[in-house]
């Protein structure tokens, strides 16, 4: 349990509506009393006066002692989905402790419960407890957006025992409600590892041209007869097959465009904390979870790579993090719902320039992999690391929004990425699908034109 501490005080104490109207009647006895020398009610003037006064000494005083325990069902919910909240609140006063409100304050962005009697708690109970100095309470709050809200401290309002004034007192701390992206379910029979492993394995033959003749092993019940190595069982006598080929986590990489840097960056310079999300930025992280999921879910160790790695950012999408399944898929949506719209100026952009490249620059001899870019508003200087990053990717996916300019797609398109504009969240399955199909096609035609040669 908790250490039980001193509510805090939100705001003065304040009269109520009763105790207003009895001040009120107290101050014009008082001026009668005075004015036309009555003496007879200069008594009841100075009982209306004092009694709300008395009343607001009271409640500022009168501290009482609670503890306050809070949790969420579930812990991490999805945008657009329902967070259930439980408290737990322990009277650790001697006295009885009623005549209470209760509402839980909430970040903006979420709608907070509405105000309701707490009902009346015992007196603390250490040795023996029963449960009657504990109450527990419970609320519902609809999470719209994907982002980190801080959900908390309890305000707990008090009033003297006539009612003429209450005061607003807070306790025990915030805590964070972690709502991650909206996440689309994807075709289950493109972009998984059954649909793209022989086209994987033909590129790190000729990445590595040696690397499938060093380890062999027999065959055993499941393997897929693709993968029968042909010349080892001729040399053995039995059937044998390829242990390089048996990857059970292939990697793929996801890049996301974090900074916005392109045509937009004035306009996003000049953001508050406190202004409406960017809605260009939440769909290219609805894209990212989306296929990030499906990827994990289908077997992939997902590499993520923001483009730039601002200090606003950093920590929250780390350069080069690699999740795994299972529990990676959790991992990663928790770290996009931490993720801020950006709303940096283009000065400490140019700053971070030299980064980009660095950042997700191929590395010397790296196996090719399935890449997937989801850009929102990027410039020509992370097109181009893009651009050299290319082949170290089979294949190479961009997802654009409408916000991406001509010369960046262009870039990319000649340098053979494929890329599929989506307009809305409804369109990123179907947009899935056509990449996909697209790209094996291109897969193939590549490799039919290789054998030719």
Not at 70 to 90: D, H, I, K, S
Not at 137 to 142: A, I, N
Request: net charge positive; with cysteine; charged share 25%.
């Amino acid at each position: 349990m908790p250490r039980a501490r001193l509510l805090r005080v939100q705001a003065w104490p304040r009269l109520t509506r009763r105790g207003g109207t009895l001040l009120v009647v107290g101050v014009l006895l008082l001026v009668l009393s005075l004015w036309f020398d009555l003496r007879d009610i200069l008594l009841l003037a100075f009982v209306g006066i004092a009694m709300p006064l008395a009343a607001l000494a009271f409640v500022a005083l009168q501290a009482p002692r609670v503890a306050v325990q809070r949790a969420f069902e579930p812990p991490v919910v999805p945008a657009g989905a329902w967070a259930t909240v439980r408290l737990v609140v322990q009277n650790r006063s001697r006295r009885t402790f009623d005549g209470a409100r209760w509402r839980d304050t909430v970040q903006a962005g979420l709608a907070a419960p509405a105000e309701a009697i707490l009902p009346a708690l015992g007196r603390w109970e250490g040795a023996l407890p029963s449960g009657d100095d504990t109450v527990r309470l419970e609320y519902r709050l609809r999470t719209p957006r994907r982002g980190v809200y801080a959900v908390g401290p309890l305000r707990i309002g008090t009033a003297d025992p006539f009612g003429l004034a209450r005061i607003a007192r807070v306790v025990g701390n915030a805590h964070d409600l972690v709502v991650t992206p909206r996440v689309t379910e994807l075709d289950a029979t493109v972009g998984s590892v059954a649909s793209i492993d022989g086209s994987l394995h033909g590129l790190q033959r000729r990445t590595h041209p040696n690397s499938d003749e060093l380890i062999a092993r027999e065959y055993r019940y499941g393997d897929p007869l693709r993968r029968v190595n042909w010349a080892a069982t001729a040399r053995r006598g039995e059937l044998m097959v390829r242990e390089e080929e048996q990857r059970g986590d292939p990697e793929a990489r996801l890049l996301v465009d974090t900074t916005l840097s392109g045509r937009a960056a004035q306009a996003q310079a000049r953001r508050e904390p406190g202004d409406p999300p960017d809605l260009r930025f939440e769909l290219g992280i609805e894209i990212a979870a989306s296929v990030g999921v499906h990827l994990l879910e289908h077997g992939f160790r997902l590499r993520c790579d923001p483009l730039h790695a601002p200090a606003s950012i950093a920590g929250q999408l780390g350069a080069g993090e690699v999740y795994r399944s299972p529990g990676g898929e959790h991992a990663f949506l928790e770290d996009l719902a931490r993720l801020e719209t950006p709303g940096r100026g283009r000065a400490h952009r140019d700053r971070e320039r030299d980064q980009a490249a660095e950042l997700i620059a191929p590395r010397s001899r790296e196996a090719r992999m399935p890449g997937i870019a989801v850009l929102i508003d990027p410039d020509v200087v992370e097109a181009h690391a893009l651009v050299a990053l290319r082949p170290t990717l089979e294949p190479a996916i961009a997802f654009v929004t409408e916000s991406v300019s001509p010369t960046v797609i262009e870039l990319l398109e000649e340098s053979d990425w494929r890329i599929v504009t989506v307009r809305r969240p409804n369109e990123i399955a179907s947009a899935w699908t056509s990449a996909w199909r697209d790209a094996r096609g291109g897969a193939a035609q590549r490799s039919g034109a290789g054998r030719a040669r």
